[in-house]
């Protein structure tokens, strides 16, 4: 948001329980910071289903710029829609993940590393962990 992204979306897990998902209160906590509603794409938690949502989003009739995941896996999957449709990441659009994982890196992958005892679920702690997050050195 401080880079400027207007058009912003948000890919997050499928809620399949009956507790509340941390997936839906990061979505939560995402859009109460957007200047503008950003879309928000619920998917099964793979790979696959996150490269056909980044692609759906990838190539709508106004792209978002910026695309924030409930995890790496998810922004590893919109990471390679980008990738597959020829868009520059981050030129073209940003893509964030969370968790840190160890797909992060290789990828090149910016992510969000949180201490467990974090949670996002207010506008408070989503700015918070945008001051926390890395770049991973691109391949």
Same mark, same amino acid.
């Given at each position: ?35 503008? %509603?950003?879309?928000? !794409? ?21 792209? %978002? ?24 990441? /981050? ?11 160890? !797909?992060?890196? /290789? ?7 949180? /201490? ?21 050195? /691109?391949?």
């Amino acid at each position: 948001m401080r880079k400027g992204h207007v058009r912003m979306a948000f890919v997050g897990h499928r809620q399949q329980h009956e507790y509340q998902s941390q997936s839906l209160e990061k979505a939560e906590g995402f859009a109460s910071v957007a200047q503008v %509603p950003p879309v928000i !794409i619920n998917v099964e938690n793979t790979f696959a289903a996150a490269v056909e949502a980044g692609r759906e989003l990838l190539l709508g009739a106004e792209p %978002p710029t910026a695309v924030f995941a409930h995890d790496d896996l998810l922004a590893a999957g919109v990471l390679a829609a980008a990738r597959q449709i020829g868009m520059r990441v /981050p030129e073209d659009v940003a893509i964030i993940g969370f968790n840190d994982t160890d !797909i992060a890196e /290789p990828l090149g992958l910016t992510t969000v590393r949180q /201490p467990l005892s974090v949670r996002v679920s207010s506008p408070s702690n989503c700015s918070q962990i945008g001051s926390r997050r890395r770049r991973a050195v /691109p391949r």
